[in-house]
Each structure stands twice: as C-alpha cells, then as structure tokens.
C-alpha cells in the first residue's frame, strides 16, 4: 500500500472516531430530554400576548431555552437572533428572575425575541430541560425532531428547521 493512500486511510479512520464520540456524547447528554409530540403549553409571553405551541403548527419551530445567567447562552445570542430572522423561534428564559429582570437584561442586550420567562422552571421541566442552552426543533406537526444541549451554531439550526419542515413526515 503507499504510503499516501495508508495516511489518507488513517485520516478516514480517525475521522469516523471522531465523529462517532461526538455523536455519542451528544446522544448520552440529550438522553433524559422528550421525544415524540413536544409538550404543550399555553403561556404569557413577556410582551403580554398569549403563546401556544400549537400556534406553530404546519410551520418548524425553534424552542430555544436560555438563562441570563448563562455564559454560553450569551455566546449563543446572535445564532439564534440570525436563526429568529428566517425561522419561528420561541425563547424560554429559565430560572432568570422575574420579568422586570429578563426584561432589563434584553434590553441591554438588544435582544427582540420571543420571550416566554420560566421563573419557576415548570415549563422546563416539562421539556425535561436540566441545562441551557437547549434547544428543540419541532416539526409542523408539534413532533420533536431535533434536541440539542450546549452550544448551536446558527448553520446548524437553520439546517435542523429546514429538515424538521421539509421531512416527508412529522
């Protein structure tokens, strides 16, 4: 074998390693998250307006959940104020304080989301959410398609959205 055509075999290989421990920490740090129909909810959103998930439904939708407190949900913010520009996307702002806090703290930021403030963590609790950034792509059938724990790149969001609403079914 030359010895070209063995390193390139080796670079495959490791490759493949690489991306099978990836793949498998994701799926051991998502395990606890829902699969299946995702939970419904039927809340206030911190403008004051009524927001249910079914209001979603024949669309994809991203359920992004998020903490002030957060560095890496900060990290994250322009990924998802890029992914909000193309896509529906709901934030769930947990355990952040009450809503003059959350409030203040987008402002500061200059954050126009979606905001849905999870005070208590009821609501991620029904999600199953232990830690932010989590995110959930739900499908136009209000299916959960893709979960994601930790850190998301705006690319791969939009391809989940555009897998979950394009799918031959939900």
Same mark, same amino acid.
């Given at each position: 074998?030359?010895?070209?055509?063995?390193?390139?075999?080796?670079?495959?290989?490791?490759?493949?390693?690489?991306?099978?421990?990836?793949?498998?920490?994701?799926?051991?740090?998502?395990? @606890?998250?829902? +699969?299946?129909?995702?939970?419904?909810?039927n809340v206030e959103t911190l403008a004051g307006q009524r927001l249910s998930l079914d209001?979603?439904?024949?669309?994809?939708v991203l359920v992004h959940f998020w903490a002030t407190w957060c560095p890496v949900c900060h990290l994250e913010q322009p990924n998802i104020t890029a992914v909000a520009r193309d896509w529906p996307v709901i934030t769930v702002?947990?355990?952040?304080?009450?809503?003059?806090?959350?409030?203040?703290?987008?402002?500061?930021?200059?954050?126009?989301? @979606?905001?849905? +403030?999870?005070?208590?963590?009821?609501?991620?609790?029904?999600?199953?959410?232990?830690?932010?950034?989590t995110d959930f792509v739900i499908g136009p059938q209000g299916t959960i398609r893709f979960a994601e724990l930790g850190y998301s790149t705006t690319w791969g969001l939009r391809a989940r959205l555009w897998w979950a609403a394009h799918a031959a079914s939900d």
């Amino acid at each position: 074998m030359k010895p070209r055509t063995r390193k390139l075999l080796w670079l495959a290989a490791e490759v493949l390693v690489v991306a099978g421990v990836y793949f498998g920490i994701q799926a051991w740090r998502t395990r @606890t998250l829902p +699969v299946g129909p995702a939970p419904s909810f039927n809340v206030e959103t911190l403008a004051g307006q009524r927001l249910s998930l079914d209001d979603y439904r024949g669309r994809a939708v991203l359920v992004h959940f998020w903490a002030t407190w957060c560095p890496v949900c900060h990290l994250e913010q322009p990924n998802i104020t890029a992914v909000a520009r193309d896509w529906p996307v709901i934030t769930v702002a947990m355990q952040s304080g009450d809503a003059k806090h959350v409030r203040q703290y987008l402002k500061k930021h200059g954050l126009g989301w @979606t905001v849905i +403030v999870d005070e208590s963590g009821e609501l991620s609790r029904r999600f199953g959410v232990q830690a932010v950034p989590t995110d959930f792509v739900i499908g136009p059938q209000g299916t959960i398609r893709f979960a994601e724990l930790g850190y998301s790149t705006t690319w791969g969001l939009r391809a989940r959205l555009w897998w979950a609403a394009h799918a031959a079914s939900d």
